[in-house]
Structure formats: C-alpha cells, structure tokens
C-alpha cells in the first residue's frame, strides 16, 4: 500500500507497475501538504484512516478496479496515457512499427505518442539503427531507467540515440551515460520524478572530446555543435522513452529547464591551468569518460571588474550562496565551471584547484538578513554544522565541505564562469569510461 497527494497519483501508479505490483492499492490525499496547517493535516489523516485500512484488507481485485477509476478521475487531465497501459511490458527489442514514409507522419505520430521532447525527431528506420549498432549487442542490458524502471537495452538505447540525430561515433558516449545514470548512486529514481528543476548533465572527457569535435570552448553548453546536442538530447530521449518521464506524468518538475532538452558538454583542457576532473578523479589519461551530474541548468558569473583571484572567488561565492537551491540545506555536491579568462586570473595568483575550493567553501555564506526563520529550524535539523552563530546569527554556509565542490574549466574568452547546484546529498556524480 502506498500514500500520496492527487498530483502525485501517476508516479505512484507507474512506479508500482516498474515494481511489478500493478495492483498495488494507494491512498490519495489533496495537493499540496506544504501549505496545510497542523489541524488540516490531521483532518486528512484522520480521514484517510478507513481507506488505509480497506487498502490493507480488501479484495485486490475490486481495489485496483476502483483505483483504475480514481486514476481517471483525479488526471484526467494528463497526456501519455499509454505510460499506464502495454508499455510497461514491452520487449526488450525496439518495436517495429510500420507508417506512411512521410516525415511529418512520423513526427506526428510520435508526438502524439508522447515519444519525442517537442522537437522534429528523425526516424529511427531499422536501417538507421544498424547502421547505429555496428557490432554491438542490441539485447544487451545497460540498466533499468528510472521510474519506470523500463530496460535500457543498447537496441532501444540506439533507437533514441537515432531519433535524437547521433551518428555512429557517438553511440559510445550515449551507452557509457546511460550506464552512468542508471547507477544507484546516481539516484535517477529522484532526479526523474522531482519537482526540481535539476536534469542530467554529461561531462565528456579523453581524447574522444576532440574526435568527435566536443565543444569545450565559446557557447560549450549552448546550442551550435552537433555532437553536444544530439548526445544531450539522446540522453534525454532515453529518460523520457525508456523512463516514462514525460512532463506532467512522471517527470514532475514545477518549472522545468531548457537544460532538459540537451545538456552535454567538455571541459576546456587546452585553457585548464589546473587537472581535468577526470585527471584528478585518477583516472587514465588515455581512456575517455563521461561524468553524469543531476544539476540545475548553468547559472552566469559575470566578473568584469575583479582584479585579483580572490576578488573573482569572492563573487563566484556570492552566486553560489543561495538559499534557494536544494544544496543549501540538502548538502551534497555542487558544480562551479569557472571561464577560462577567471581561471587565468585565480592560478596566477597562486590558488591550486583544492584551495579555490576550500576559499569558496569559506565564503559561499547566506546572510542571517536572508535566512527565514524556517530555514533556520531546517538547517538546525539537518545540517546544523552550516550555521555560523546561535540560530545563524553570522549566517549560513551553502556548503561546508571543500571535496562536495566539483571544480571545472570550461568556456571561452570572457570574464564570465557558471554554477549549477545540484539535487542535493541524495544525488552523486557518477563517471563511466567509453569504450568506442
């Protein structure tokens, strides 16, 4: 038996189906629970108590058709609906589904499928799929995607990976990130089905980077270079495909993100004055990597006027201190992509990549003026060693542990550099080597 507020009821019922328990009863309770008072959250409870216990005790079969019915009632209003019918059992290999050789016919059909992000897709034809393929094994696991637990075999991994416009070279990175994400380190189950605006990112690393012409440099997490946008997006076609995370549905996200569409990028190594993260992390500096972070989109750093390295540090602290970002009183990492031109600066100066991180970590602080008397009774149950003072007289620091800060360079010429905190402590940064 499972609980869960109205908006929420579709999740409950897909995660029940990946668990393989479709007639799994749930109790469903108005949304939201954040803004109730005590006594109307005791209200619900209370008025809950005689369905938890039919949900504990009744016939199963007559549970699940009234829940079939509460389904219909409650979202009616959603899109995809056949997230909740035949899906959840489809085979392992792709299905062949057979169409008009028409691309707006196929685009339609998709669409209305709830298969693709919104953008054209390119059809994936079997003739593009083992073109794709090559040598690899299309019944081969690569994990089960999140929350719908669906079977990232590489054959359905492939079909996205065509749809979203990847050429053969880029199938490796693609396999190597949905292994990444389907670690449970990872905690995809979580960063699919929040309601946080957080997505996957991939870092690309290696001499792969340059073969495939990875951006790195000027726009590294915009849009204008192949292979980071059809990586990205085919990284986002399998969570959504393969995930069931379709907005509204499973992927809950209250605002969303244009990041969500494609987010891939590499480190700027020629202009790094310090270790790559892959160099630091120990790793071989002849394979290629790709690093899986459940991040919020990039956030700008604009310091024109620092003349020093730790005036440049001072402000890139003040744009990670947030109180509004999950890091702040979840903990966990967080990313800091310094430019290039702000790396020069902070190295001439002497910092090491380990002391940029200890200095923010020092100075990313949350005025006590900004600090709500709720965030500070959450702080005070969670992560009371960020509070400087009684109650955070002196303020909060957003992150307390230097090794929590991934530091990386990436960008062009510019005073500008970007943060993007993360999910918070219940998401890890996963790396996986690709094989090509």
């Known amino acids: 038996m499972a609980i869960c507020t109205d908006e929420f009821f579709a999740l409950a019922k897909a995660e029940a189906h990946g668990w393989g328990l479709p007639g799994l009863p749930i109790v469903v309770v108005p949304h939201p629970l954040a803004r109730r008072n005590d006594e109307e959250c005791e209200r619900f409870a209370a008025d809950s108590i005689e ?44 299905e062949i589904i057979r169409v008009p050789d028409r691309l707006d016919t196929v685009n339609r059909l998709f669409y209305q499928r709830g298969w693709t992000d919104g953008l054209p897709i390119i059809p994936p034809t079997p003739e593009r799929c083992r073109a794709l393929l090559g040598d690899l094994d299309p019944g081969k696991l690569l994990g089960l995607v999140e929350p719908r637990l669906g079977r990232a075999t590489i054959g359905k991994v492939v079909a996205n990976a065509a749809m979203a416009g990847c050429r053969p070279e880029h199938v490796p990175v693609v396999v190597a990130a949905t292994r990444a994400m389907c ?57 959504t495909n393969i995930g069931g995370a379709a907005p509204g549905v499973l992927d809950r996200s209250t605002m969303g993100s244009p990041a969500k569409y494609s987010f891939c990028f590499a480190e700027n190594a020629e202009a790094n004055p310090w270790q790559t993260l892959h160099a630091e992390l120990g790793l071989d500096d002849d394979a290629s990597y790709v690093t899986v972070f459940g991040a919020e989109g990039p956030h700008n750093v604009n310091d024109h006027h620092g003349r020093t390295g730790e005036e440049i ?14 890091n702040f009183y979840l903990g966990g990492q967080a990313v800091v992509v310094i430019g290039p031109e702000h790396a020069e600066v902070i190295a001439r100066d002497g910092f090491s990549k380990a002391d940029v991180k200890r200095y923010l970590s020092e100075r990313a602080i949350i005025p006590r003026s900004l600090l709500s008397e709720a965030s500070i009774d959450l702080l005070e149950a969670r992560l009371p060693h960020h509070l400087l003072g009684p109650r955070g007289r002196d303020g909060a620091r957003f992150i307390s542990d230097p090794d929590n800060l991934i530091v990386l360079v990436a960008g062009g010429a510019g005073r500008h550099s970007a943060v993007m905190p993360t999910f918070g402590r219940s998401t890890e940064a996963v790396t996986q080597r690709i094989h090509a």
Do not use: W
């Open 313 to 326: 540090l001072l402000t890139i602290a003040g744009t990670l201190a947030s109180p509004g970002a999950n």
């Open 51 to 94: 369905e938890i216990a039919s949900a504990l005790t009744g016939d199963a079969v007559e549970l699940e058709a009234a829940y079939r019915d509460k389904r219909i009632e409650t979202r009616g209003r959603l899109r995809h609906r056949s997230l909740f019918e035949s899906d959840f059992n489809a085979p392992d290999a792709p």
């Open 183 to 239: 670690d449970p380190r990872f905690n995809l189950k979580a960063i699919q089905s929040t309601t946080h605006p957080c997505t996957v990112m991939c870092l690309v690393g290696g001499p792969i980077s340059e073969e495939l012409d990875l951006n790195a440099s000027y726009n590294a997490m915009g849009q204008g270079q192949q292979a980071n946008a059809v990586i990205g997006r085919a990284v986002r076609l399998i969570l």
